[in-house]
């Protein structure tokens, strides 16, 4: 699908989906958990309908009690007794998580706490994407599983038993995400042993959400955590925040072009991408902090530095600020970039470039953005939501219209950021 944006001034109050984060997470353990959770707030972009299938492929059961709640009856069988192991009975013998790269790496180790074998499965852009630290993790752990030449499909088969482990984390957190919630459910205890972190208010986000639902996970400085065995989780009633990575676009795109009140979201989120408040503030756009709302205000850009090493995310929604800004901005963490939904350094620098954009990449870690007047033009999203995002931003401020293909690709995490902006344009008039 394309989709043209044409040159537009910005003004009004767009409101993020919810976190897909928190809501893969929170429905991982409510899929673990005893009883009944209820789940508010929560948005279907498509990662979180491929969560959603995935713990009804384990053994879940799911009741949509409106347009966004739904009630989780947990499916994992606890033993009577402490210190038994518990069980998955999933429904099916597959699991297809779609091209959501959290979702295959979050359920794999929840699959393994069934006691047979489960294909999991993926599609587009996630067959390209590693995941043999998960098998290998797994396999030490006590479960089998065996990665396709190191990527999807994979097999796993349990049972996960605990113990120790260790893994590389310098390319994902979402590898030990997996691993953290479901050890709490094995018999024994387990030390997970993690070398160069990255992406660590991630892992912060899963020990928060874990506890929420009752289980304890303790870490330090990020290399080693420590897991209780026999512990349960229980059900809850769970409102899942807002989207910090989503957000980040909208205030990129009022930044630039006019001005936003994005709602539905706070400082105070353990999520990573807060942190781009704290860009648009070195790149000298206006912030106003409320309780549950941030709003930005146009101004003169200038170039500024920020390391987004434990952010990456962010990238896309940098670029937009670096492009309209005045000299060369310094972007760090750009060695993070090449596992997305696709290589995302090369992706900014291709299309931005198009733009009349120019992004370089002089040093394997660091982009630079040439602040400039982007022309119109025909660009690609490369199948990756968070490029189209970036690109209609970037067009709001463009000498012509930009036409984008492949638009259709924001449905993975906002599928309503085409609708959310011709709203604020709209209200520019």
Same mark, same amino acid.
């Given at each position: 699908m394309e989709r043209t944006v044409r040159p537009a001034? /910005?003004? %009004?109050?767009? #409101?993020?989906?919810?976190?897909?984060?928190?809501?893969? +997470?929170?429905?991982? /353990?409510?899929? @673990?958990?005893?009883g009944r959770t209820t789940l508010r707030n929560l948005d279907l972009c498509d990662d979180t309908r491929r969560a959603l299938d995935a713990i009804r492929t384990l053994g879940a059961r799911i009741e949509r009690l409106d347009a966004s709640t739904v009630a989780v009856e947990g499916g994992l069988r606890y033993g009577r007794l402490s210190g038994e192991r518990c069980v998955l009975r999933p429904a099916a013998d597959r699991l297809h998580a779609g091209e959501s790269g959290l979702a295959a790496r979050l359920f794999a180790p929840l699959a393994a706490l069934a006691d047979r074998p489960l294909l999991i499965e993926g599609e587009g852009t996630l067959l390209h994407r590693p995941m043999q630290t998960v098998a290998d993790a797994l396999r030490q752990l006590g479960a089998r599983a065996e990665a396709t030449g190191g990527r999807l499909p994979l097999t796993v088969c349990g049972p996960l038993r605990g113990g120790e482990a260790r893994i590389d984390g310098s390319v994902s957190s979402q590898f030990a995400t997996g691993l953290l919630l479901a050890l709490p459910c094995c018999a024994e205890e387990t030390v997970l042993r993690l070398s160069d972190a990255v992406s660590t208010p991630y892992l912060d986000m899963t020990i928060a959400a874990a506890e929420r639902f009752g289980a304890a996970i303790f870490q330090r400085d990020y290399a080693e955590f420590y897991v209780? *065995? *026999?512990?349960?989780? +229980?059900a809850v009633d769970y409102t899942i925040e807002g989207d910090w990575s989503a957000a980040a676009m909208?205030?990129?795109? %009022?930044?630039? =072009? %006019?001005?936003? #009140?994005? *709602? %539905?979201?706070?400082? @105070?989120? +353990?999520?990573?991408? #807060?942190r781009f408040c704290e860009a648009l503030a070195r790149a000298g756009a206006v912030v106003v902090d409320e309780a549950h709302a941030v709003t930005v205000v146009r101004r003169p850009l200038r170039a500024f530095e920020f390391d987004a090493t434990d952010c990456p995310d962010l990238f896309p929604a940098l670029a937009v600020l670096g492009a309209a800004a005045e000299g060369t901005t310094v972007l760090r963490g750009a060695s993070r970039l090449r596992h997305k939904e696709c290589d995302r350094g090369a992706a900014l620098r291709e299309e931005y470039g198009r733009l009349g954009i120019e992004i370089e990449m002089p040093e394997a870690d660091v982009m630079t953005v040439r602040g400039g007047a982007p022309r119109g033009g025909r660009v690609s999203a490369h199948g990756d939501h968070r490029i189209a995002m970036s690109l209609? =931003?970037?067009?709001? +401020?463009?000498? =012509?219209?930009? #036409?984008i293909e492949g638009a259709e690709c924001v449905a993975k995490s906002f599928p309503e950021f085409f609708e959310q902006l011709e709203r604020c344009t709209a209200g520019a008039k």
């Open positions: 001034l /910005l003004r %009004g109050a767009p #409101t993020p989906p919810c976190s897909k984060s928190y809501a893969q +997470r929170a429905l991982a /353990l409510a899929l @673990l958990a005893e209780p *065995g *026999g512990q349960r989780y +229980r909208l205030l990129a795109a %009022g930044a630039v =072009a %006019g001005e936003v #009140t994005v *709602g %539905g979201i706070s400082r @105070l989120s +353990r999520q990573a991408d #807060t209609a =931003a970037t067009a709001l +401020r463009a000498d =012509a219209p930009v #036409t």
